[in-house]
Structure formats: C-alpha cells, structure tokens
C-alpha cells in the first residue's frame, strides 16, 4: 500500500509588504500504523503570495513535494471544505484523488505546533487564532438496511494493548501511533465492536467512509453518531435502554479521558478471532 497524505491550504496570521495575507501550502505523511515514528514522517511546508493563490500555483507545489518525497502519494485528504474546488482541481490535475476527511491528526498538530513557534518569528506576523473551519453540517443519515450490524457492544482495551495491532488479524482498517495522544500505557481506550453475519461488507463500506471519530449524541434522542468525511455523519445506533445509555455515557467519559482516543471494531460474531474491520480514531477539534 502507497502512502497517504495530509495537506493544508490556506491563509496564515502573516501579511506581506502590502499588508495582504501570506498563504501557506502543508503536506505531511498520514500515519496508519501505530508503530509509526512520527518523526519519520514526510512533511512539505511552502509559503504561497496572496497574488498566486490558485490550483495552478498548488499543483506545482505538490509536483515539488512529489519530487522531494520521491513517490507520490496515493490519496491526499484535505479537512478545509471551503478549499474543496482548488484542492481537488490541483490534485486531479496530477492525477491523486483528493478526499474531505478530518482524519488529519498529524497535520492538526503540526499546524498547532507552527502556529505557536514558526508564525510568531516571520516579519509581519499578526498574533490571533488560527481561522474556524467549522461549517454548517447535514442531519445524521441513516446507515443502509443492509450495513447495520445484528449485534453490538461497548468494549476498552489498555493503550499498552495496542502495540500488537500490526499482528492481528484485520480485513480493513487503520490506525496512527498513540504517541500522538501521550497517553499512558494503562490508560483505557473505550470502543464498539459491531457483529454481523455481513462483516466483511460493513467494514469494506465503512473503510470507503474516510472516518473521523465516533461520539454519544443526545440532541435529537439518545444514539451513537459516525463522523465521516468532512461534515458527513451516520446514525450507528440508537440508545434504548438504560443499561446502554449508562454504558453510553461511560464511553464518552472514558474518551476524553484519553484525549479523545477510541477505537471501532467488526467482527462475524462475539466469539471471533479476527476482525473484518478496526479502526483506532480520535476525535479532535479541526
């Protein structure tokens, strides 16, 4: 499998001699496993004059980010939807599909981490918040008749447990390196593993979903949201009883508990050895 990409195009807090924004291209390597040396990593940063903002200057970029990788990437995921048509435009034009996706961990903190000691230093720096991404989102869908699991439950596992997801035996999934996270090895990570006669399909759809993070929502009744794409999101199941709304809300706690870390897993049923699918996510604010 190629390598997959996170990239970043947009206006920092810098202006220019006339006063206008500098722009800044970010590309780094998307980690999916959680061996991965973060620091090992592929990262690509070019400032961008407000006079040359389009997809033609940022295809250029990417040729060059291309070239001092050595290999292209075989997918970029980009989290800034009002940069969707440029975006897609530069990365069609090099012909790599670019996906919505907040999946972008390790390019939210290396945004945070320039934003607090890169930015600061360059002349005509402007201190202020980094700009909201946040966009108006759709209603939650419901998932395909065929998609729902026949059985579900809530499950943890230690962080430490982690170190041996390379050898387990997964149809689809990912992961990213839970040095990210600096979480302590006994530290419990809160998760769902789905059953179903039908695994092997669920999980070939939800890996298509490009999944963001799982939450325990309440607003419109009690139920548990799939997060997917940039603004996307799925109904996995509703709460019903009291049991589940306890263990509901137990998720949710273990989750912030450790810094947003969980984990979706599926499987034929509760007494399988392998999973079709399981995905180590994290909830982060974008």
């Known amino acids: 499998m190629g390598s997959i990409w996170e990239l970043d195009f947009y206006s920092r807090p810098i202006l220019d001699a006339n006063q206008k924004k500098v722009w800044e291209v970010l590309v780094c390597e998307s980690p999916t496993d959680v061996r991965t040396k973060t620091d090992s990593l592929f990262r690509y940063a070019q400032y961008c004059p407000s006079t040359q903002v389009n997809s033609v200057w940022l295809r250029t970029a990417l040729q060059e980010a291309i070239k001092k990788a050595g290999k292209a990437p075989i997918k970029i995921r980009f989290f800034r939807r009002q940069m969707n048509n440029m975006i897609t435009k530069a990365c069609q034009d090099i012909g790599i599909p670019a996906l919505p996706s907040r999946k972008a961990l390790i390019l939210n903190q290396w945004i945070q981490q320039r934003m607090e000691e890169v930015y600061p230093q360059e002349p005509g720096y402007q201190g202020g918040t980094n700009p909201s991404v946040r966009l108006e989102r759709p209603l939650p869908q419901r998932l395909p008749d065929a998609l729902e699991g026949k059985q579900w439950a809530f499950v943890s596992l230690e962080a430490g447990d982690f170190a041996d997801m390379p050898e387990w035996e997964i149809g689809f999934g990912e992961a990213f390196p839970l040095e990210l996270a600096q979480l302590p090895p006994e530290t419990r990570i809160p998760g769902i593993l789905i059953f179903s006669p039908r695994a092997l399909p669920i999980a070939g ?82």
């Open 205 to 286: 759809w939800m890996s298509g979903l490009e999944l963001a993070y799982l939450r325990f929502d309440t607003s419109q009744g009690d139920r548990l949201i799939l997060e997917t794409g940039a603004t996307e999101s799925w109904i996995l199941a509703n709460i019903r009883t009291p049991q589940l709304l306890k263990e509901a809300q137990g998720f949710e706690a273990a989750k912030q508990q450790a810094n947003g870390v969980h984990f979706i897993g599926v499987q034929s049923d509760p007494q399988a050895q392998s999973f079709a699918g399981f995905w180590l996510l994290q909830e982060v604010n974008l």
